[in-house]
């Protein structure tokens, strides 16, 4: 079958199976290999991406459901070569190590700032906790989104939506 | 790589065009709404449905929380984020609220759906229980019309409910019953994981005792939405720690779980009369304005 959606702003078309997941078409079929496919079964979330401005797990998501709207990656979060204060963030406060769960962290970030732009720190742990981390702990992944939201008070940043 | 075995796809844009398709498909067809139960379960090949209607285009048609002549009306595409977030809905039915917050995890609420929930009727599905224990009565359209059954009858077990083939849930209806308060608890391993036992509570109070009370268990065994035995022992009783803790009782009698990697079947017991006692205590003490 064929399917259209906006993906980072630009109109795709594809011809797919309908059985595909949306992490591979966003993967295999568009090569934009930031999202990340990891557990396979909704628990890790480093496959999250954006439809329609909200975060999903594109790994328990048919492309074909997807058709006809938005889909935000994280390759899309840096706009005009000026990177999210979210992204900004994780390079501050060291909120990655090996970086496999981080495109999914970021999303999710960006989407709880949105909606919430001082967050908690019990705040931020509920936002995040359908995500795995394996290697910080998370402190570090908490403070770099502490430290985007204070960014973000002083300095008002242009953000796009999609 | 999980994939799901090959099927058609076919998008639904209102329920009767959704009922139509389901019509014409036959029995192969599946609904699919938020996809987070029927999707992993199809990339196990538990299930191998010919066809999937897709029904989030229905979102609008069946998102929505009404709450107005003494009832609450539920939409069955409403997400299980809007459930938690709606504060109207948290000041007549706090159970809601209280098991939403530990219903799986944010992002996976943002998908989720209140009739895919009852539909995929998982006996350590939390929605059931929530819905049993208020005396919620779901609304099924059928090719002629529309059919209103008792969520105790709408729940037939593990993985079946009443809900037929070319037949579709649309509505969850509850009634607001003065002097009422609700209360869900749930343990879990860790936070988005299911249940390892949970409970929900109803009670209405007819001045200082119970006029109606319900208790829902999940994850201790099929057919617990409604502990019917607790209801019996509640009736006209005046609340007391010793009436919570012979119901508790009940509620472990009456569990049947299994041992596996979330806990020993004495533990799951013990949390099924643990929780159905802090279940009601703190549903009385919301009905009783004490909360």
């Known amino acids: ?93 060291h909120g990655l190590q090996c970086g496999f769960c981080t495109p999914g962290m970021m999303l999710t970030a960006r989407a709880l700032l949105d909606r919430n732009p001082n967050p908690t720190d019990a705040e931020i742990r509920e936002a995040i906790s359908g995500q795995i981390c394996r290697c910080t702990g998370y402190a570090t992944i908490v403070r770099s989104i502490q430290w985007a939201a204070a960014k973000e008070q002083e300095t008002p940043v242009e953000v796009s939506a999609s | 790589m999980q994939v799901p075995a090959p099927f058609e796809y076919e998008r639904a844009t209102s329920v009767d065009h959704a009922i139509a398709l389901m019509e014409r498909l036959g029995g192969e067809a599946r609904l699919v709404a938020g996809g987070h139960s029927l999707l992993p379960m199809m990339k196990l090949r538990l299930a191998t449905p010919e066809y999937l209607i897709d029904i989030n285009d229905l979102s609008t048609e069946l998102g929505y929380i009404r709450i107005e002549n003494g009832e609450v009306r539920i939409g069955a595409m409403t997400r299980h984020r809007e459930l938690l977030e709606s504060d109207d809905l948290a000041a007549v039915l706090p159970i809601f609220r209280d098991a939403e917050k530990v219903i799986a995890d944010p992002v996976v609420r943002n998908r989720g759906t209140l009739g895919g929930s009852l539909c995929q009727a998982d006996p350590s599905e939390d929605l059931s229980a929530v819905c049993d224990a208020v005396g919620a009565l779901c609304v099924i359209r059928t090719k002629s019309g529309e059919r209103v059954v008792s969520m105790h009858d709408f729940h037939r077990g593990p993985y079946e409910t009443a809900v037929a083939d070319g037949e579709m849930l649309t509505e969850v209806r509850i009634p607001i019953r003065p002097g009422s308060g609700s209360a869900y608890h749930k343990v879990e391993r860790r936070a988005g994981d299911w249940a390892v036992a949970s409970a929900g509570a109803a009670v209405t109070m007819d001045g200082a005792t119970i006029a109606d009370g319900r208790v829902g268990l999940c994850a201790v065994g099929p057919n617990l939405t409604n502990v019917e035995p607790i209801s019996a022992a509640l009736r006209g009783q005046t609340p007391s720690e010793e009436l919570y803790a012979t119901v508790g009782q009940i509620a472990a009698d009456n569990a049947s779980p299994a041992t596996d990697t979330r806990g020993t079947a004495a533990y799951k017991t013990h949390l099924a009369k643990e929780l159905t006692i802090r279940s009601l205590r703190k549903a009385v003490a919301r009905a009783t304005g004490q909360d």
């Open chain 1, 1 to 93: 079958m064929e399917i259209s959606m906006n993906v980072n702003g630009d109109d795709v078309t594809r011809e797919v199976e309908p059985r595909t997941l949306l992490v591979h078409f966003i993967r295999d079929h568009l090569g934009l290999t930031g999202t990340h496919w990891g557990c396979d079964t909704s628990n890790c979330g480093t496959c999250v991406v954006w439809v329609d401005n909200e975060p999903v797990k594109s790994c328990t998501t048919l492309a074909a459901m997807t058709g006809g709207h938005e889909v935000r990656t994280v390759e899309g979060m840096e706009v005009d070569g000026v990177l999210d204060p979210v992204q900004e963030g994780f390079i501050q406060f």
